[in-house]
T-cell receptor, first 112, second 114 residues
C-alpha cells in the first residue's frame, strides 16, 4: 500500500512570509499527487494536482508544488502568506488504481 | 451547481440506532468513496465504489454498509451506532479520466453518537 507523510502537523508563518508544507510519498509507480485545503467546518477543496504533465504544478490562490521523483516529495509552497491561507492542508497520492491515500494533514497558522 | 451533495449536515444519534448518510453526485463520476475524519488521524477510507453495483471495503469498514445502485448515489449506512463512530464523514467522487482524475468532496456530515 502507498503512504503519505506530511512533516509537521502544525506550521506557523508570518503574514507575507514564505509558506512551505512538506509531503513525501511512497510509490513504486508514477503517482498522481494532490494537495487539498480544508477551511474550518468545510469539505476538502482541490488546490492542485500532479499528473505527470509537468513537475512544477501551479494551483489556486497562488500555491504551487514541485514533484521531485528522486526525493519522492511533493512540497507545497506559496511565496507570500495571507491571513486567508490559514487552514488545514492535506497531501494525497493515488496510483493508476482507484484509491487515494491521504496524509494526516498540516494545520497552517498565519500570524499577522 | 455541479458537485457532491451530502445530507444531513449534522446528526445526533443514540447508541444502537441506525441511520443512512446520503451522498449524491451529478458529475457522472465512476469512483465514489466515504471517508471519516478524526482529529490527528487525517482521512480514513471506509468504503469505496468503482461503479454502479461494485463496492469494496477500505481501511475502517466495520460498522458501516454501502451500496451503489446508481452512478449518482452512494449512501452509507450505520448499522448500530456506537460512540466510536462520532466523526465527520465525507463523501467524494472522481472521474477515471486522466485530466479530470481527482476527488471532489462533499461538505461533510458531522455525526455525534451519544
Amino acid at each position: 500500500a502507498q503512504s503519505v507523510t506530511q512533516l509537521g502537523s502544525h506550521v506557523s508563518v508570518s503574514e507575507g512570509a514564505l509558506v512551505l508544507l512538506r509531503c513525501n510519498y511512497s510509490s513504486s509507480v508514477p503517482p498522481y499527487l494532490f494537495w487539498y485545503v480544508q477551511y474550518p467546518n468545510q469539505g476538502l477543496q482541490l488546490l492542485l494536482k500532479y499528473t505527470s504533465a509537468a513537475t512544477l504544478v501551479k494551483g489556486i490562490n497562488g500555491f504551487e508544488a514541485e514533484f521531485k521523483k528522486s526525493e519522492t516529495s511533493f512540497h507545497l509552497t506559496k511565496p507570500s502568506a495571507h491571513m486567508s491561507d490559514a487552514a488545514e492542508y492535506f497531501c494525497a497520492v493515488s496510483d493508476t488504481g482507484n484509491q487515494f491515500y491521504f496524509g494526516t494533514g498540516t494545520s497552517l497558522t498565519v500570524i499577522p | 451547481n455541479a458537485g457532491v451533495t451530502q445530507t444531513p449536515k449534522f446528526q445526533v444519534l443514540k447508541t444502537g440506532q441506525s441511520m443512512t448518510l446520503q451522498c449524491a453526485q451529478d458529475m457522472n463520476h465512476e469512483y465514489m468513496s466515504w471517508y471519516r475524519q478524526d482529529p490527528g488521524m487525517g482521512l480514513r477510507l471506509i468504503h469505496y465504489s468503482v461503479g454502479a453495483g461494485i463496492t469494496d471495503q477500505g481501511e475502517v469498514p466495520n460498522g458501516y454498509n454501502v451500496s451503489r445502485s446508481t452512478t449518482e448515489d452512494f449512501p452509507l449506512r450505520l448499522l448500530s451506532a456506537a460512540p466510536s463512530q462520532t466523526s465527520v464523514y465525507f463523501c467524494a467522487s472522481s472521474s477515471t479520466q486522466g485530466s479530470n482524475y481527482g476527488y471532489t468532496f462533499g461538505s461533510g456530515t458531522r455525526l455525534t453518537v451519544v
